[in-house]
């Protein structure tokens, strides 16, 4: 990603710009909004310090009653509408906050799935959990919260500098005289802080990574008795994430003690030199009231500036990460040829194919086989020869390196993905099942198979026998990974669930078993 994260996310949020648009106006004009009772205070107090010769007087209103009348409708008027610009910010905010929550975690997962096997190699199943969830909800915190501070920030500071500057130009700049150095290091702070959250998100990963292997892993853990072990690492990864946060909030929290002294200098010169302008006739009661009360509007929120930025940074970092996974280059790509199903005949053919897991030997080398249609054929070989390797080629979860390997003479290079894969039914020694009941598990990749259909599969798989034993027969809960049911029956449920796809079996459709031995 060679975009800086902001821009990223501006350029994904581009179809919702007219709600990014219309929820950054409610904030500017809520902030505006809010700073309205220090001006009123300070016409209030001219109105009863100069009466006729306020400033009221001047829009020909005399009554100094009738003043104080009117400034009490345009107080309440303000409240009112600053109500409103919040409720209207807030539900743009939140609502933006939730569909780009949505669809960036749906785009982002949906980007996953087109990546090859070899990415979730080089991978742990934590950190990109980590990435879809945590991220992604950081995200969604940020705009819920952060993005409305970030703006009113930078409205109140504009809006208070210009006021100061047309009231009083003589003494304004000695209340901004801190402001360059607070800038300054802020964005100190700030530089440094962006690689330590970073640290903060990558550790976040790994506990997640951690936590994940382990609870799937229980049985194991259990039977070994590592319980301590196990607890041991979970500790250890807890606490490099909680190093890694604390050396993120000791520089983080050092910034605003740092600040305050030169927002009490600003404060304190406003105080002294306006006070000074107001007894030599040059300044006005309410100017001076209102900018004595004012300053504080203009230099206090950079004390909250660390932690918006704070806030800021936390989000960017996971903004990077899901861009980043977002930006993948997707290895094997989709072939423009359609492959129909009724019309295949399943010939196979490995024409001298070569192929070798990244960085390791040739796992098969100048490999030319030829299987024609309705053949049914067994390879034998030791672990590690290459038999899974061949039926993962052949449904492209890899690239071969040299060679190619055709279905019915046709490249499968050149097919469309789902159309060949759909062709194919893949039944692997390490069976995996979802949560969900029996029959969901069969139907799986065929969701409008009907009851009947299942069964018949079933019976042809020889499992439906033990499948009506089960307590609910066809919608028992098998459980996360089939954890409820044995390895055998895994495997016999595996076998229909191949067969269902979109049809019954027939000469049209070749079921691929891996065996290990």
């Given amino acids: 990603m060679t975009q800086a994260p902001l821009v990223c996310l501006l350029r994904y949020a581009k179809p919702y710009q007219s709600q990014v648009w219309g929820a950054i106006l409610c904030s500017i004009f809520r902030t505006l909004l809010d700073l309205a009772p220090p001006y009123l205070i300070g016409v209030a107090v001219d109105v009863?310090?100069?009466q006729e010769a306020s400033l009221i007087a001047r829009f020909g209103i005399q009554n100094p009653l009738t003043q104080l009348l009117v400034l009490s409708l345009l107080t309440i008027a303000t409240w009112g509408l600053e109500s409103l610009s919040q409720y209207g910010a807030d539900k743009l905010w939140r609502n933006l906050a939730q569909t780009l929550q949505h669809e960036l975690r749906v785009d982002t997962y949906n980007h996953l799935q087109e990546l090859e096997l070899a990415y979730f190699e080089d991978r742990s199943t934590g950190t990109l959990l980590?990435?879809?969830n945590d991220d992604i909800n950081q995200l969604e915190?940020?705009?819920?919260?952060?993005?409305q501070d970030l703006i009113s920030f930078f409205?109140?500071?504009?809006a208070v500098g210009m006021?100061?500057?047309l009231l009083a130009p003589g003494i304004a700049w000695f209340a901004m005289v801190p402001i360059p150095f607070i800038l300054w290091g802020t964005f100190l702070f700030q530089s440094r802080l962006a690689p330590r959250y970073d640290a903060v998100r990558d550790q976040a990963g790994l506990i997640s990574d951690r936590l994940s292997n382990n609870i799937s892993g229980i049985a194991t853990i259990k039977s070994f008795t590592a319980e301590a072990y196990e607890s041991d690492r979970v500790y250890q990864e807890s606490e490099a994430y909680r190093r890694s946060n604390g050396r993120a909030i000791a520089l983080s929290v050092a910034f605003q003690p740092?600040?305050?002294f030169l927002i009490l200098l600003g404060f304190v010169m406003t105080l002294y030199l306006g006070g000074r302008e107001v007894l030599q006739g040059q300044l006005t009661v309410g100017t001076y009231g209102f900018m004595v009360f004012i300053v504080q509007d203009l230099l206090w929120?950079?004390?909250?500036?660390?932690?918006i930025m704070d806030e800021y940074q936390r989000a960017m970092a996971s903004v990077r990460r899901v861009m980043e996974l977002l930006d993948t280059t997707i290895a094997i790509p989709h072939g423009g040829q359609s492959l129909s199903l009724a019309m295949v005949r399943g010939e196979v053919q490995f024409d001298d194919i070569t192929f070798a897991y990244n960085g390791r030997n040739p796992v098969l080398e100048h490999l030319s086989l030829h299987i024609p249609a309705n053949a049914t054929i067994g390879i034998v070989g030791a672990t590690g020869s290459g038999k899974s390797t061949l039926v993962k080629l052949l449904l492209r979860f890899y690239e071969v390196q040299n060679g190619r390997i055709l279905i019915d003479s046709i490249d499968i290079r050149e097919l469309n993905l789902f159309d060949l894969r759909q062709c194919i039914g893949w039944v692997s020694q390490d069976v995996f099942l979802f949560h969900g009941t029996v029959a969901d598990n069969i139907?799986?990749?065929s969701f409008d198979a009907t009851r009947d259909q299942i069964i018949y599969t079933a019976k042809l798989a020889e499992a439906h026998e033990f499948i009506e034993q089960l307590p609910q027969g066809y919608d028992t809960i098998v459980g996360e990974r089939g954890q409820k049911l044995s390895g055998g029956q895994r495997q016999r449920l595996a076998l229909p669930s191949a067969h269902v796809k979109r049809a019954r079996p027939c000469h049209s459709q070749r079921s691929t078993h891996s065996d290990s031995r």
């Fill in 48 to 50: 009863v310090v100069e």
């Fill in 130 to 132: 980590s990435i879809l």
């Fill in 141 to 147: 915190r940020f705009l819920n919260f952060g993005a």
């Fill in 155 to 158: 409205t109140r500071v504009l």
């Fill in 163 to 165: 006021s100061f500057v």
């Fill in 258 to 260: 740092l600040i305050r």
């Fill in 301 to 307: 929120p950079f004390t909250e500036l660390s932690e």
């Fill in 443 to 445: 139907r799986y990749g």
